[in-house]
């Protein structure tokens, strides 16, 4: 028998995993655990009754907040990523917060927040904390995040870069996970940031390729192609049932110049 906690503030949630409890938001991806006989909770804290993981304030977004209102409501590049996720109902479920907690590299909520150097919100009984990204994913579906803490929300940066894209390559257009993922951010100033997802462990930004766009106030095919090369060379893709290592590394290449010249236009 597992028994369900309904707490209604982030105070009496912390409590719950202090104690054991495994926090459930929308399920779409503890279910798919559960089902499969990978997770078997004894001790569930349910997340949706409480408000404060709902709230979003102009740079904060609550844990809570689902890919349906994302995709409203949220950055042109997270809002991009939001309306690939799933199907209708998945996205009225799942939760920017579950997606962070889950860490897997084809998360799709996770380059956008790699693009704009985003921290993570914690709370436990000891307190609250935040990390910033490239701190808290650590390796395939593994975080920083401490045994009795919960996610309570995304802190984005004051300032946002103007142009932004988000792009995704899979077997089919919809319900699928991403073969890659990538945002490509460009600021008037011309500092580009360019985040991909399944090709590394964990969401990866691609440095050298940003260094040396961002370097060029007008880009030419040629820097344009150079670009591309560079972004294939930085990822650190697998062979896996989705797709082979060499694939991967070039699609990067081709779906981050892609997103570059949507943000040049």
């Known amino acids: 028998m597992v028994e369900v906690q309904h ?5 009496e949630a912390v409590a719950a995993m202090s104690e054991g409890a495994l926090a459930l938001a929308g399920g779409t991806d503890l279910m798919v655990e559960i089902n499969f006989g990978h997770a078997r909770p004894k001790n569930v804290v349910a997340l949706r009754r409480i408000g404060e993981l709902a709230e979003w304030e102009p740079n904060r977004i609550g844990a809570g907040v689902t890919w349906s209102r ?37 998360g799709d909520g996770l380059p956008f927040l790699a693009a704009v150097d985003a921290s993570i919100e914690l709370m436990s009984s000891a307190g ?64 580009t940031t360019v985040a991909l997802g399944s090709v590394a462990p964990t969401p990866m930004r691609a440095r050298q390729a940003e260094a040396m766009i961002s ?33 991967r590394r070039h699609a990067a290449g081709i779906l981050a110049r892609r997103l570059l010249d949507r943000c040049l236009r």
């Open 128 to 191: 609250a904390r935040s990390v910033p990204w490239n701190e808290f994913f650590v390796g395939v579906k593994k975080t920083t995040r401490r045994a009795g803490e919960l996610i309570t929300a995304v802190r984005l940066p004051e300032s946002m870069p103007e142009r932004q894209s988000f792009g995704k390559i899979g077997v089919r257009n919809a319900m699928v996970i991403a073969t890659v993922c990538c945002v490509v951010t460009r600021s008037q100033t011309g500092v």
């Open 215 to 247: 370097s060029i106030d007008r880009p030419s095919e040629s820097d344009l192609s150079e670009f591309a090369r560079l972004v294939s060379e930085e990822v650190k893709p697998i062979t896996d049932h989705r797709s082979t290592e060499q694939y």
């Open 70 to 106: 994302l995709e409203r409501e949220a950055p042109l590049a997270l809002a991009q990523a939001a309306r690939t996720v799933g199907s209708p109902q998945i996205r009225n479920a799942g939760t920017l917060g579950g997606n962070v907690a889950t860490a897997s590299p084809a």
């Open 7 to 11: 707490p209604t503030t982030v105070d």
